[in-house]
């Protein structure tokens, strides 16, 4: 410090102003390129950030596909027509319903299981067929 006192006395003014500029130029040149340094990195945090959120919102959704399965034929079995007479709640007419069932199979296996139930299987139909009443047929909901 003493040093730059006899600096300043020695040196004539316009050196005293230049020394002193010199002088505030290295105090606030430290500070200042340490803010720049913080507000720089905040910029590439928040650039660099909204990059890669941009990707990921942007980016085409990669779809993972399953290996390709490969198809069963289905199995279908055939149920004996049913005829039946439909519920009736008025003084009309007895209406009857003829229906041929055909049944699909996901596996061949599951044929030879139902083959010999056969009989419970077309009593479960008539027995619900039975319950219908000509206004349920009606529409595309009857069909």
């Given amino acids: 410090m003493a040093a730059k006192a006899k600096k300043e006395a020695e040196a ?11 002088e505030g130029a290295e ?24 990059g890669i959120g941009g990707y990921f ?5 990669k ?5 390709a399965v490969v198809a069963k034929p289905a199995t279908f079995i055939d149920v004996p027509e049913v005829l039946v007479n439909l519920s009736n709640t008025g003084s009309e007419r007895t209406q009857y319903l ?3 069932v055909v049944l699909e199979l996901p ?5 030879e299981a139902i ?16 319950e219908l009443r000509p206004t349920d047929l009606d529409g595309s909901a009857g069909l």
């Fill in 63 to 67: 779809v993972h596909q399953p290996a």
């Fill in 12 to 22: 004539p003014p316009e050196a005293a102003d230049a020394a002193n500029d010199a």
């Fill in 98 to 100: 003829k229906v041929k």
């Fill in 115 to 130: 083959q010999p139930v056969m009989p419970r299987v077309l009593d479960a139909f008539q027995t619900y067929l039975r």
């Fill in 107 to 111: 596996d061949e296996k599951l044929k």
């Fill in 27 to 50: 105090s606030t040149g430290k500070k200042l390129p340490l803010k720049m340094i913080i507000i720089a990195a905040a910029g590439a945090v928040v650039v660099i950030g909204g």
């Fill in 57 to 61: 919102m942007f980016a085409p959704a």
